[in-house]
């Protein structure tokens, strides 16, 4: 479903049935994290799924904040590959050992 910021996210959940305007970030809401609007259009997630479609990889987020008023909450995000039971690094990339990249062919 696409996000208030227009990008789709298979964790963004909108019901504008018959009215209704209830909008939630389903992720986010997992982990027992306040979600707003503003919070997707800096928000990794969409991009990291678009990248990595690996089924063993689960995506944690949080929201950040600074401790500064000037600098607006943001969403973190750490991986963890249940196949290989080890933290991802890169959750763009994956662990490594999924999807293991091939060697350029010359």
């Given at each position: 479903m696409r996000t208030p910021a227009g990008i789709e996210c298979k964790y963004f959940?909108?019901?504008?049935?018959?009215?209704?305007?209830?909008?939630?970030?389903?992720?986010?809401?997992?982990?027992?994290?306040?979600?707003?609007?503003?919070?997707?259009?800096?928000?990794?997630?969409?991009?990291?799924?678009?990248?990595?479609?690996?089924q063993y990889m689960v995506i944690n987020a949080k929201v950040k904040r600074s401790g500064l008023k000037l600098f607006k909450p943001q969403v973190t995000v750490s991986a963890f590959c249940e196949k290989t039971n080890r933290k991802v690094n890169q959750p763009h990339i994956g662990c490594g050992d999924c999807h293991p990249i091939l060697p350029s062919l010359k």
């Open positions: 959940y909108g019901d504008y049935y018959r009215g209704r305007n209830h909008e939630e970030c389903r992720l986010l809401l997992s982990s027992s994290q306040k979600w707003t609007p503003n919070l997707c259009t800096t928000c990794p997630v969409p991009s990291i799924t678009r990248a990595n479609a690996c």
